[in-house]
């Protein structure tokens, strides 16, 4: 049985409804933290609400203006919610660049800011960041995810800069691809952009960096999560956890 060392706790995980933030929905969950699922999707937020008997928060974080003004209450914040879109710079559309950093940078800046406060008054919380091999690295036909989580790890260590006074800390987890619905989404434009079948997209463009030939489970990234939340990381802040199998050891 898991310990339940989160007991008592409240996490607000974004995009939650699937992937890597359901995951931690039912890691937290398991551990005894009360856990709010953010996702614009409602029926997929209803759904994992109910299945770690939490809440759900139907937003659409890219609404960065009605950010602004938020004032949450929560232990743990998980930054989570991201996109991808693969396509050269010069083909890469303008706002759907804009719109990725919205999401991936500027709404991870203002959950921060509006969990902080609450924080700092209980001295202690926990910020984890879904950052990414590639915010480490660099891979063509990226710069929007490229670049956004090259800035959420910026942000990240900021936040433990100025949170470490106050009990609160905060780090990145970089996997690699991880088998969710974001990456599947994938194989389509990598095999058109690379001239190759798709069902060789996996082996030989999302596998070709690793020394483990095989995708991350979303549980792997979710145990992770967990731990960084927990009594026994709070010396850990300002790092960035790698997952990748060997990536960035190139």
Known sequence: MTEQDLAGRRALITGA???????????????????????????????????????????????????????????????????????PIHEFDPERFRFMHRLMVESPFLLIRAVLPRMYERS???????SSAHGLRASAYKSAYVSAKHALEGLSKVTALEGGPHGVTSNCINP???????????????????????SEVVEKIMLTETAIKR???????????????????????????????GWTAR
Request: hydrophobic share 50%; charged share 20%.
């Open 176 to 198: 690699a691809y991880v088998r969710t619905p974001l990456v599947e989404k994938q194989i389509a434009d990598q095999a058109t952009l690379h001239g190759i079948p798709e």
């Open 17 to 87: 409804g699937s992937g890597i933030g359901l995951a931690c929905a039912h890691e937290f969950a398991a551990r005894g933290a009360h856990v709010i699922v953010a996702d614009f999707n409602a029926e997929a937020a209803a759904d994992a609400a109910a299945a770690v008997a939490g809440e759900s928060w139907v937003v659409d974080l890219s609404d960065t203006a009605a950010q602004e003004r938020l004032d949450l209450d929560v232990d743990i914040l998980v930054n989570n919610a991201g996109v991808q879109t693969v396509a």
């Open 215 to 245: 995708l991350v489970e979303a549980d792997e990234v979710a145990s992770l999560a967990g731990w960084l939340a927990s009594d026994r990381a709070g010396m850990v802040t300002g790092a960035s956890y790698t997952m990748d199998g």
């Open 124 to 130: 202690w919380g926990r910020i984890i960041n879904i």
